[in-house]
Nanobody, 116 residues
Framework: QVQLVESGGGLVQAGGSLRLSCAAS????????MDWFRQAPGKEREFVAR????????VYADSVKGRFTISSDNAKNTVYLQMNSLKPEDTAVYYC?????????WGQGTLVTVSS
């Protein structure tokens, strides 16, 4: 059974940092692309960042470019999202997504709250 488990969310002041983790299990993810999405209260889920499982390519939403960094540790089957210079508008539930080979998996989400 495929599982994506996010962790690392919490409450942080504006300007602070958090690192989210997404631990993947249940299959080999070497041919998958890993994304982070977020959903703020009352808003639609939006794309945040993407990385190929090999870690050679990454893409970011304009709203987080220069502040967030996505990375992967293949040995640990884990994808990270380092979030720096956090803003109140970054407050959301952050979700990990793995997709490839016609399959699409989601984690349960981790809440990030940025206070002003």
């Amino acid at each position: 059974q495929v599982q994506l488990v996010e962790s690392g969310g919490g409450l942080v002041q504006a300007g602070g940092s958090l690192r989210l983790s997404c631990a993947a299990s249940g299959r080999t993810f070497s041919s998958y692309t890993m994304d982070w999405f977020r959903q703020a209260p009352g808003k639609e889920r939006e794309f945040v960042a993407r990385i190929s499982w090999s870690g050679t390519r990454s893409v970011y939403a304009d709203s987080v470019k220069g502040r967030f960094t996505i990375s992967s540790d293949n040995a640990k089957n884990t994808v990270y999202l380092q979030m720096n210079s956090l803003k109140p508008e970054d407050t959301a539930v952050y979700y990990c997504n793995a997709h490839g080979q016609g399959m699409d998996y989601w984690g349960q989400g981790t809440l990030v709250t940025v206070s002003s």
